[in-house]
């Protein structure tokens, strides 16, 4: 039996199983298509300032900067914050990268045209004011775009279970998830309106199969995949007309949808 994988977040050891990059890769291509949706339905390009929160090791602010945005990417830890520099000077990307907690966001009011929270909501103790930051940093017609993990029977099983404790498909410490900061999508509308930011709804987002995801997790945990092949074989995908089991996207902006 081979040695159990080092499970690290924001590691640069090359051996090192890090969930918060994996879940980046997997959800990486409905980040993107879901918010391209969005401004297109709302008549809008993908250009002007974005904001992503929780950017981590910087994959989906590169992927908006590529789009056409000028990013400015936050992430609380400054070992993430190194390695997204790392990437984007190593693929020409202009990006700034800064390194402060989602609750005190040092970026200048109304800055943005569009904040995206990334692994964010399902982590604070303090969700209201993760809102009333990313509230703040949007443009008067600004647009937000999320997306957490629902809490539900399904979701714990997922997050607080598959994730950070069985042996076999661990990728995450103990602690990272908490059913507590699993977040019903009741609950961020209830914030979104607070801090006056009109909800869009939400969107479901799931992978291909329970076993592509089974299969995606183990095959990175044995370091037979990549971080950047795990999109392709978990395969996850929008369904809007599905009711979110685990994950979902949504969106709200300052004034009307």
């Known amino acids: 039996m081979g040695s159990a994988p080092l499970i690290a977040l924001d590691s640069p050891a090359p051996e090192a199983v890090d969930g918060r990059q994996i879940r980046a890769a997997a959800f990486q291509g409905v980040r993107l298509e879901y918010t391209c949706g969005v401004l297109a339905r709302l008549g809008r390009a993908p250009s002007g300032r974005a904001l992503v929160v929780g950017s981590g090791r910087g994959l989906l602010a590169h992927g908006l900067a590529g789009l056409g ?61 993760v809102i009333e930051q990313a509230a703040r940093a949007l443009t008067p017609d600004g647009v937000l775009v999320y997306d957490t993990v629902n809490r539900t029977p399904v979701s714990r099983l997922v997050y607080l279970v598959a994730f950070q404790r069985l042996p076999m498909t661990r990728v995450v410490p103990a602690g990272r998830y908490a059913a507590r900061r699993l977040r019903p999508p009741a609950d961020v509308a209830a914030l979104l309106a607070r801090h006056g930011l009109a909800d869009g709804g939400i969107c479901d987002f799931k992978p291909r199969s329970v076993r592509s995801l089974v299969a995606g997790v183990l095959a990175r945990r044995r370091g037979r995949i990549t971080d950047d092949e795990i999109e392709a074989v978990v395969g996850f995908a929008l369904a809007p007309k599905s009711k979110p089991l685990v994950t979902y996207l949504g969106h709200a902006r300052k004034g009307r949808i």
């Open 69 to 129: 945005f000028e990013v400015t990417a936050v992430d609380p830890s400054g070992s993430a914050t190194a390695l997204a520099r790392a990437a984007a000077a190593r693929d020409g990307l202009t990006v700034e990268h800064r390194t402060a907690p989602a609750e005190r966001l040092d970026v200048p009011d109304a800055a943005f045209d569009l904040v995206y929270l990334a692994d964010t909501l399902e982590i604070t103790a303090d969700p209201d004011r």
